[in-house]
């Protein structure tokens, strides 16, 4: 009997909470994708009970009904005549997805996936920074040397140019022309303009004085060294400029109106009012900061507050405080908070590197927090505690109580411009300061190991995470079966590899999910099969979606009707959102109870977007 295309259609958006709870819809090959804006509205089980629904599944902010190829665009077509929406992409329900979340996560991402790609840069820039400051005080001699002053030129150069760096990597996250983000950046360090690192130190400061109608707009001539946040907003801006100037100038003249009219006016906002925002924030920080250091309390205070300044590039002022203490013939209390402060974010960092099980984060997490240690936190901050966002909060209380303890004790240094381990070459008491390294770097190294997570919050309150076995040489050797002009996919498991087809299950023989092949296992892990992020992992565990590069939408299927089984027997190892590596341990499953529980054990492997390639080929060894 045929399909009512309509009926079918009028359902899914009953079950989905009506047109009202529908923020966007479109469709791919096999696959009615939409975007819902309260789940809480959403009957999955009568959804999956819907004719003509043979699948459902969530993946990044979406829910995606699996139809069918050659179905889908005609009950695409009635859904949109049911809701009255317009047609969309899949583009346009990704950026939906993405719109939905809340705001600061949003802000959260969008500064991970500027620092994610230069990571590298500033991690290296920041050990070797650490070090050769620490070889410059162990060694006085050394720090009037050409190899020092050569050295100190390439550990500094990235965080030199660093506005630079990220105004390129955020044109390129905004989707602008990078070469226009990296003239932003420029401009924001220009060599005309006062280095921001030692505009505390001066007495007076040049201006620019620009006549506008009938009043003068003053505006100070200083750099952006060692900020970040005004520079992402200056080419987040420059970016809506851009493409607003794009729609809107004629094809003709757009090459040169569009560039000079994007620079021009963003850079001029950028000096007149993100400049001066940033400029009197500034002034507020120091000026309570002066406040907060006389006492205990203030001090804690200021620890817990000190890595947001880092993350607005707000922290070189701090050395203005530093000088005058010293010039008033006492000690410089403050380095030890900036110490705490610093060291808790090690710990914190430490932390997720010692328990993280995905490669990618270990080999940021380690060597960052090794920049920490030596007083260079951006590393630490921007490539992990920041995105992870709770290292972050247990560093500002790890760096809150050591801070409590360095005033309360009268800790202070002799000297001004190092923290951390280096820190020992300027204390005035170093038992104390010890003390003080280990309470912040200690409790905060606990507390994110207890609050982050990778797996889910459920199954870390429910037994302790299993630890990380190490993954057999034979995953290495696993080959293609799944090949693409979007890519290649290996096989996920030891054992013999059929085609989809003779998979024993209608739904996954017909080619319904997508092209692949099933494999019966020999082995009881499954590995992933590509590099990705995982995309949806099923209530019942025994099944687990994977985005790749290119759109790649990857479906790994555990036995026939597991589902029935409801989790017993299966193990897994990722949740939703963590990003995976090829060969990295996904899931263990227990082969003998899904025999016993009457469910054949063949593993599926599925492209299940595989309709939207022309050129798919499957099999062992493709």
């Not at 079950?15 to 809480?40: M, P, S, Y």
């Not at 983000?181 to 201006?207: D, F, K, Q, R, Y």
């Not at 060692?226 to 851009?242: D, K, N, S």
């Not at 966002?389 to 360095?406: N, S």
């Amino acid at each position: 009997m045929a399909l009512d295309y309509r009926k079918c259609a009028e359902e899914i958006v009953s079950h989905i909470g009506g047109r009202e709870n529908i923020t966007q819809a479109a469709h791919c090959a096999t696959r009615l994708r939409l975007v819902i804006k309260d789940n809480g509205k959403v009957d999955k089980k009568a959804l999956e009970n819907v004719d003509g629904v043979k699948g459902m599944f969530e993946n990044n902010g979406q829910l995606q009904l699996i139809i069918g190829t050659g179905t889908v665009n005609k009950v695409y077509a009635e859904f949109l005549s049911v809701t009255g929406m317009t047609e969309a992409t899949k583009d346009d329900v990704k950026a939906a997805a993405a719109a939905g979340q809340p705001l600061w996560k949003r802000i959260l991402k969008a500064i991970g996936d500027v620092f994610v790609p230069i990571l590298p840069a500033i991690v290296a820039s920041g050990l070797m920074m650490g070090f050769v400051e620490a070889m410059g005080k162990v060694y006085p001699e050394f720090a009037s040397t050409s190899w020092y002053d050569f050295l100190d030129m390439v550990a500094n150069t990235a965080f030199a140019y660093l506005p630079v760096i990220v105004a390129i990597s955020a044109a390129r996250v905004f989707g602008g022309n990078t070469f226009l983000g990296a003239v932003i950046g420029l401009a924001m360090i220009h060599a005309n303009l006062v280095n921001a690192w030692v505009v505390g130190t001066l007495e007076s400061i040049p201006t620019w004085n620009f006549n506008l109608l009938n009043f003068t707009v003053s505006v100070q001539k200083v750099g952006y060294q060692g900020h970040v946040i005004p520079v992402i907003i200056a080419v987040w801006l420059m970016c809506a400029i851009e493409k607003w100037l794009h729609k809107h100038t004629p094809e003709m003249i757009d090459l040169f109106v569009v560039p000079f009219t994007t620079v021009l006016v963003t850079t001029f906002l950028t000096f007149t009012i993100i400049g001066p925002i940033f400029s009197q924030l500034e002034s507020w920080v120091l000026a309570g900061a002066k406040i907060l250091v006389k006492n205990s309390i203030g001090s804690a205070v200021m620890a817990a507050i000190y890595p947001w300044t880092v993350v607005m590039g707000l922290h070189h002022m701090y050395n203005v405080i530093e000088a005058g203490m010293l010039a008033e013939g006492g000690l410089n209390t403050w380095m030890p908070i900036a110490s705490a402060a610093n060291f808790a974010q090690f710990g914190a960092c430490l932390a997720v590197g010692f328990k993280a099980r995905q490669q990618r984060t270990k080999v940021v997490a380690i060597p960052s927090s090794l920049s920490a240690a030596l007083g260079i936190t951006e590393p630490a901050i921007f490539g992990i505690n920041l995105r992870f966002f709770k290292p972050i909060i247990a560093g500002m209380i790890g760096g809150t109580v050591g801070a409590f303890y360095g005033a309360f004790s009268g800790i202070g240094a002799k000297a001004y411009g190092v923290t951390g381990i280096p820190g020992y070459l300027t204390i005035a008491q170093p038992v104390q300061y010890t003390i003080l390294l280990a309470i912040s770097g200690g409790l905060a190294f606990v507390l994110s190991w207890i609050m982050w997570h990778e797996e889910k919050p459920e199954e870390a309150a429910a037994a302790p995470a299993p630890a990380p076995e190490a993954i057999p040489e034979k995953v290495m050797e696993f080959g293609t079966v799944i090949s693409s002009s979007a890519g290649e996919i290996s096989q996920c498991t030891a054992g013999k590899v059929i085609p989809y087809t003779e998979i024993p299950d209608p739904t996954f023989a017909a080619g319904t999910l997508g092209q692949g092949v099933g494999i019966q296992p020999d082995d009881e892990y499954v590995y992933a099969p590509i590099d990705g992020e995982i995309s949806s992992v099923a209530e019942s565990k025994h099944a687990i979606g994977i985005s790749g590069a290119n759109d790649m939408e990857v479906l790994i299927h555990v036995g026939v009707d597991t589902v029935e089984m409801k989790g017993d027997g299966f193990e897994d190892f990722v949740k939703e959102g963590d990003k995976v590596t090829k060969g990295q341990k996904l899931m263990k499953f227990d082969r003998e109870k899904i025999k016993k529980a009457g469910h054949p054990d063949t593993v599926v492997l599925l492209l299940t977007n595989s309709d939207d390639y022309s050129d798919v080929k499957f099999g062992a060894n493709v």
